[in-house]
């Protein structure tokens, strides 16, 4: 699946204002089997390889607000739960 320009911008704008937030493509891995079976929802694989954490939604669903802010929060979620780096 390539990078999808749209759907980064409309991520960005969902976490605008939440502070100290960094960009990072990944949930908890610990979430990794339940969440791959969601509908539309895989393993994202980057040069043959998968890694736990790393997803890939399709489109579908993430077309409404309510969607896209679903994967949004949980990614925060999981932000917010590590340990702050110096």
Do not use: C, N
């Not at 339940?34 to 939604?57: I, P, Q």
């Amino acid at each position: 699946m390539p990078y999808d320009r749209r759907l980064a911008e409309r991520i960005r704008t969902a976490v605008a204002d939440e502070p100290a937030v960094v960009e990072k493509e990944m949930v908890d891995p610990d979430e990794t089997d339940a969440l791959v079976a969601l509908s539309g929802v895989a393993l994202f694989e980057m040069g043959g390889r998968s890694m736990r954490g790393w997803l890939s939604v399709d489109e579908e669903q993430l077309t409404t607000p309510a969607t896209l802010a679903s994967w949004v929060e949980r990614g925060i979620s999981f932000a917010r739960s590590l340990p702050t780096k110096a």
